[in-house]
C-alpha cells in the first residue's frame, strides 16, 4: 500500500484491491490523440461493441423502412390513428440509429449504412404486410425482438462501456413503450 492511503483504514473483508486511479492509463491517455474519445481503458472489447452497435444499428435502418411501409399503406385502411403512430415510430427508429451509428464514430469504428446487407445484419425483419392486424403483430414481433437484443447487449457490455451501455438503455426503455402501445392496439 502506498504512502498515500495510510490514513485510510481499510474495511474488514476488504482484499487487496483499491479503487485507485491507474497513472499508466492516464500517461497513455494524454497520448494517441488520434483515437478521439477511446482511451485505453476500453481494452479489447472495442471492436465487439463496434459490431454489436452496428447489427444494432441495421435493426433500426430495417425497423425505420417497415414501419414507413407500413404508415404509408395502411393510409386508406381503417384506422389512420394507428397509421400516424406507425410514422411517430419510423421517426423514433431512425433516431436510435443515429445516436448508435454517432456513438460508432466516436469508438473509431465505421457505421456500416450499406443497403445491400441490411436485412441479413438486423435482427428483426422487414414486412409487406396489408392488413392492419397484421402490421401491427408484425411490428410487435419486431420490438420483442429488439427488446431482447439491447436487454442481451446491454448484460454483455456491463461496465466495460458506459456510456454506450447508457445510450442501449435509453433506446430500450422507448422499444418497451413501442411495444406496449402495439399490444394494446392488438386487442383494440
Ligand atoms: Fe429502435
Ligand atoms: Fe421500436
Redesign the pocket.
Given at each position: 500500500m502506498s504512502a498515500k492511503h495510510d490514513n485510510v483504514k481499510p474495511l474488514k473483508g476488504e482484499g487487496q484491491q483499491r479503487l485507485v486511479i491507474d497513472q499508466q492509463g492516464l500517461d497513455a491517455a494524454r497520448r494517441s490523440l488520434d483515437e478521439g474519445a477511446v482511451t485505453p481503458s476500453y481494452g479489447p472489447w472495442r471492436e465487439d461493441i463496434v459490431k454489436l452497435l452496428n447489427d444494432a444499428l441495421a435493426t433500426e435502418l430495417v425497423?425505420v423502412l417497415r414501419y414507413k411501409r407500413h404508415y404509408f399503406t395502411a393510409q386508406g385502411l381503417a384506422s389512420p390513428k394507428i397509421a400516424d403512430e406507425f410514422l411517430v415510430?419510423a421517426q423514433?427508429?431512425e433516431a436510435h440509429g443515429d445516436q448508435i451509428a454517432e456513438r460508432i464514430v466516436q469508438l473509431g469504428g465505421e457505421p456500416d449504412f450499406s443497403p445491400a446487407t441490411l436485412v441479413q445484419r438486423s435482427h428483426a425483419d422487414y414486412d409487406e404486410s396489408s392488413e392492419l392486424k397484421s402490421m401491427i403483430r408484425t411490428n410487435l414481433v419486431a420490438?420483442r425482438i429488439?427488446i431482447e437484443a439491447y436487454t442481451q447487449m446491454i448484460a454483455l457490455i456491463g461496465d466495460k462501456d458506459s456510456t454506450t451501455r447508457r445510450i442501449l438503455e435509453g433506446i430500450l426503455a422507448?422499444?418497451q413503450e413501442?411495444a406496449d402501445e402495439l399490444k394494446d392496439w392488438l386487442v383494440d
Open positions: 425497423c415510430h423514433e427508429e420490438e429488439a422507448q422499444e413501442h
